[in-house]
């Protein structure tokens, strides 16, 4: 029998399939499997973390019971760490994009890459919504973005042996920079000012791979103009000192100035919203639609504190909601970990 | 109050909104916009880290020179073009920010 497999694609399946790997969405996961539940996670973001990775890793917060004090890149490592036993998929790099009810009243979850999930419930942890990144207004731009342009850089040996030109004048730009030195054929870092903001030994790496030669520094200069035929294949870059334009070979072209978070397309997806959040039941987080739930930043009921904390309170009740909704024959009984322990999947 | 200062604030459909607040208790401008029920989304929650609580100063005042990270942010949002731009999360009050005059930015919104 001919072998059909490769026209099957393949579906991610799960019991509780969470949209965003922040804080909330972390925590889910250990929630979940405490009554053998299975999740998967989803996230626009390359890595887990949510704001706490991508917008201040390196804060401190002082209101997690227990830590008096406790960086935000910590935490979001602790969380991770603490919901791998029960082992939580990861579709990262990808934006939640289209729901539909399938014929078996599970929910049926498509992603921007295509990437297909199933899962009788829905747990929407998105905080503030899917982060975005801020362009850099230059007309065509939107014609290279599969094509030269990238705003995250998701796998660095693409760029190994090209011309990369990276802007921006933060700690991502500088870190690339100096990590790409070593990758690419060529890198050049074009900042809109003379100074870098970020940290101090990242700039002193950056200027003196500049001073080695190693990469090329074009301050005060903005690119104002991208070129290529199907692909990407030189930048103009202005500089604001005389106007003058400079034609610049390159295979890629990476702008760096951090991201933006957007409610995105679950705003298509009958919630009942209030504003930029989701309306919910305070007794357990549901939604206007069965099966689908919404915790932390991103709900919205009397009282709603946008805490980490409340939002870890929010997961845990969540969970238990879900549970009847996926098994409403089957009883369950609150265990403590004390007693019980950790049962691993 | 003694320590109340008023300050207006015009929203992005251009109505002019009269907000008071303390001037003691080491609030930020931002979380006086908030407090006024006016929408600002203010996505950080106050560490200039993502400048969507973006206001353009419309009268002159006595303000607190920028930071080093309040620049670096308006900058990498694309704002700092745009004359008298700050970020409504580091302005403090103080009794000298009396009579203040903004325009919120288009970022605060959706």
């Not at chain 1, 036993?85 to 929910?107: C, H, I, N, S, V």
Request: charged share 20%.
């Amino acid at each position: 029998m001919p072998n059909y497999f490769f026209l099957t694609k393949r579906v991610i399946e799960t019991d509780i399939l969470i949209i965003g790997a922040g804080p909330c969405g972390l925590f889910t996961v250990f929630q979940a499997g405490l009554v053998q539940l299975h999740c998967h996670l989803i996230d626009s973001l390359p890595t887990a973390g949510g704001q706490l990775a991508e917008i201040y890793p390196k804060k401190p917060i002082y209101d997690i019971p227990g830590f008096p004090i406790v960086l935000a890149g910590d935490l979001v490592n602790n969380l991770t760490k603490q919901a791998e036993p029960f082992k939580p998929g990861y579709t990262l790099g990808e934006r939640a994009e289209y729901l539909e009810k399938m014929e078996d009243g599970r929910w049926k979850l498509t992603t921007n890459k295509g990437t297909e999930h199933a899962a009788p419930v829905i747990a929407i942890a998105a905080g503030l919504g899917c982060f975005e990144p801020r362009k850099p207004e230059i007309y065509n731009l939107s014609d290279f973005e599969d094509s030269g342009v990238d705003y995250i850089i998701k796998d660095p040996e693409k760029y190994r042996g090209k011309n990369v030109v990276i802007s921006g004048g933060g700690d991502s730009a500088l870190d690339w920079t100096i990590f790409l030195a070593d990758v690419a054929k060529s890198v050049t870092l074009i900042h809109r000012r003379t100074i870098f903001r970020g940290h101090l030994d990242s700039v002193k790496k950056v200027n003196d791979l500049a001073g080695n030669g190693k990469i090329s520094l074009v301050l005060n200069s903005e690119v104002t103009a991208i070129n290529g035929v199907g692909k990407l294949e030189n930048l103009e870059i202005t500089n604001f000192d005389n106007d003058q334009i400079t034609k610049v070979s390159a295979d890629y072209f990476i702008p760096l100035f951090g991201l933006s978070p957007k409610l995105g397309p679950l705003k298509h997806w009958n919630l009942s919203l209030h504003k930029e959040s989701i309306k919910v039941n305070p007794q357990d987080y549901s939604t206007n639609i069965p099966g689908i739930y919404a915790i932390g930043d991103i709900n919205d009921y009397p009282g709603k504190l946008r805490l980490i904390l409340c939002g870890f309170h929010e997961a845990t009740l969540m969970v238990q909601s879900a549970y009847k909704y996926i098994y409403p024959d089957k009883n369950l009984v609150l265990r403590y970990t004390t007693v019980s322990g950790v049962k691993a999947f | 109050m003694e320590n109340l200062i008023h300050i207006n604030v015009t929203d992005l459909l251009g109505k002019k909104h009269k907000i008071q607040a303390p001037s003691d208790m080491g609030l930020n401008l931002m979380e006086a916009i908030r407090a006024n029920d006016m929408q600002i989304k203010a996505t950080c929650g106050g560490m200039a880290m993502c400048a969507s609580c973006h206001v353009v100063v419309c009268n002159s005042r006595a303000l607190p020179a920028m930071s080093e990270d309040e620049e670096a942010m308006l900058d990498d949002a694309f704002l700092l073009d745009i004359p008298h731009s700050r970020l409504s999360c580091q302005l403090k009050l103080t009794p000298e920010l009396d009579g203040l005059e903004v325009r919120l930015g288009e970022g605060t919104g959706e």
